[in-house]
C-alpha cells in the first residue's frame, strides 16, 4: 500500500468517526495552545523589555537604596530602607571618570489636586539637563520640559492628562501637590515604559528644590530615592559598575563581610532577571500543558484499541490480500500521528488567533513559524508514543483468526 493510498483510507476513517476523532484530540489542542500561547507571551515580554532597555542604553545605570529589587513589576522590593542613598554617597561617584554623568532622583507619592478632584500619583524631583539623558522617554509631545532655575513648574505623563482627571489638564493649567500649586508647562509623549517603580506616562515631575521642600518631613535633607549614572563610551560597563559598587561600600561604610545595602541596576542585569524569572513561570505553566499532552496521549492510545477492535476483520482483510505486518504498523502509527496532528494544527490556529485579539490591547504576545513547528514536533511525539502498542498488536493479528474473530 502506497503512502497516498494509507492517507487516503486513513482520512477516510478519521471523516467517518469524526465525532471520536475530535474528541480524542481535544486534549492535544488544549495541551499545545497552552504551550504555544506560553511561549508566546514569554517571547512577547522578552521583547517588550528589551525594547525599554535599547531606549535607556547599556550604559546607563540606576541605583537603589535596596539589596534586592523586582524589575519585571518595575517595583522596589516591599523592605524597609535601612540605609538611605545620601548626598555623600553621590558626590563619592562624581568623582569617578569613567562615569559621564551622575544625577538623582527625589521619589515620592503625593496627594494630587485638579479641579476639586484629588489622587495620589508619584512625584519625581529631577535636576531637568539630566532627566532625557538618563531616560529618553521623558520626552514632552506638548509644551517643554523646564528649566533649572524655574520653581513652582512641573510636566505630566500623557495618562495624568488625558485619563486620571475628569478634566483633561491642558499646558498652563495649575494643578496643586500636597496643597502647592504648580504649572503645567508640559505633557509627556505616551511610552508605557516604567521609571524607577512607575508607569511614566502616570507620574508628575517637578524642579529638585521644590521636591526637596515639598518632601520636608518625610525624607531626610540628604537623602536621594535613586542615583543615576552614564557610563562613558571608551570603559567596558561590567568594569565601571564593580568600580561603582567598590566605592559605594566604601562610602557607606559596609564591612567585607556584608552583603550590600542597595542595588546596581543595568540593562545587561534587568534583562537576566526577567530572563529567570519568565523562566521559571514558563516552566510552571508549561507543565500544565504537559498533564493535557499525557491525558491526550492516553485517549489516543485508547481511541486506537477501540478502534482495533471494531476493525479487527477489516485487518484480517487487509493481511490476506498481502499487506505485511510492517504496512499494517504504519498505517495505525499514521493514523494516530494524524489524530495528535489534527489537534496539534487547531491548538497553534487557536493560539494565532487568539494573538491577534491581545495584539489589538497592546498586550505583550510573540507568536511566529518557529511555534507552529513546535505544536507539529510536539503532536508527531504524542501521536507515535500513544499509537506505537495499539499499532504493534493489529500488526500481529494473524488473517485468519482476525476474520474469524471480526
Do not use: C
Not at 496521549?297 to 476493525?311: D, P, Q, Y
Request: glycine residues 6%.
Amino acid at each position: 500500500m502506497k503512502l497516498n493510498e494509507k492517507l487516503k483510507y486513513i482520512f477516510r476513517n478519521l471523516i467517518n468517526r469524526k465525532i471520536r476523532t475530535f474528541l480524542t484530540a481535544l486534549a492535544i489542542i488544549f495541551g499545545v495552545f497552552t504551550i504555544v500561547s506560553i511561549v508566546a507571551v514569554s517571547n512577547g515580554l522578552r521583547q517588550e523589555v528589551k525594547k525599554q532597555l535599547d531606549v535607556l542604553g547599556p550604559r546607563t545605570v540606576f541605583i537603589l537604596p535596596v539589596s534586592n529589587v523586582n524589575v519585571l513589576s518595575g517595583a522596589r522590593n516591599a523592605q524597609q530602607i535601612v540605609n538611605p542613598l545620601t548626598m555623600k554617597d553621590l558626590n563619592s561617584l562624581k568623582r569617578l571618570s569613567e562615569l559621564e554623568l551622575v544625577s538623582y532622583w527625589l521619589i515620592q507619592r503625593a496627594d494630587v489636586s485638579f479641579k476639586g478632584e484629588r489622587i495620589t500619583l508619584s512625584i519625581y524631583g529631577s535636576e531637568p539637563e539630566s532627566l532625557v539623558h538618563v531616560n529618553p522617554n521623558f520626552l514632552p509631545e506638548k509644551g517643554r520640559i523646564f528649566s533649572s532655575s524655574e520653581k513652582g513648574v512641573a510636566f505630566i505623563g500623557s495618562n495624568v492628562a488625558e485619563n486620571l482627571f475628569s478634566n483633561k489638564i491642558e499646558i498652563n493649567n495649575k494643578i496643586y501637590i500636597n496643597g502647592k500649586p504648580f504649572v503645567v508647562v508640559g505633557i509627556l509623549k505616551p511610552t508605557g515604559a516604567s521609571s524607577a517603580g512607575a508607569n511614566v506616562d502616570d507620574i508628575i515631575v517637578i524642579n529638585i528644590d521644590d521636591a526637596r521642600d515639598l518632601f520636608k518631613g518625610i525624607m531626610k535633607d540628604d537623602e536621594l530615592t535613586t542615583i543615576n549614572v552614564v557610563i562613558r563610551e571608551d570603559f567596558d560597563v561590567d568594569e565601571v559598575i564593580t568600580k561603582v559598587e567598590d566605592t559605594l561600600r566604601l562610602s557607606r561604610k559596609i564591612a567585607k563581610n556584608e552583603k550590600n545595602d542597595f542595588s546596581i541596576l543595568s540593562a545587561k542585569s534587568i534583562q537576566k532577571q526577567v530572563d529567570e524569572v519568565l523562566q521559571s513561570i514558563t516552566l510552571f505553566l508549561g507543565s500544565l500543558g504537559a498533564i493535557s499532552l499525557v491525558v491526550g496521549s492516553i485517549g489516543i492510545a485508547n481511541t486506537m484499541f477501540t478502534t482495533i477492535l471494531e476493525r479487527t476483520k477489516e485487518i484480517g482483510i487487509l493481511k490476506a490480500l498481502g499487506s505485511s505486518n510492517s504496512e499494517i504498523l504504519s498505517l495505525f502509527l499514521l493514523e494516530s500521528i494524524m489524530i495528535a496532528l489534527i489537534g496539534g494544527l487547531i491548538g497553534y490556529t487557536l493560539s494565532f488567533l487568539v494573538g491577534l485579539v491581545i495584539q489589538n490591547f497592546n498586550l505583550p504576545y510573540l507568536i511566529s513559524i518557529n511555534e507552529l513547528f513546535i505544536a507539529v514536533a510536539i503532536s508527531v511525539l504524542v501521536g507515535t508514543v500513544s499509537g506505537l502498542i495499539p499499532a504493534y498488536r493489529a500488526s500481529r493479528l494473524e488473517a485468519v483468526v482476525a476474520i474469524k474473530e471480526g
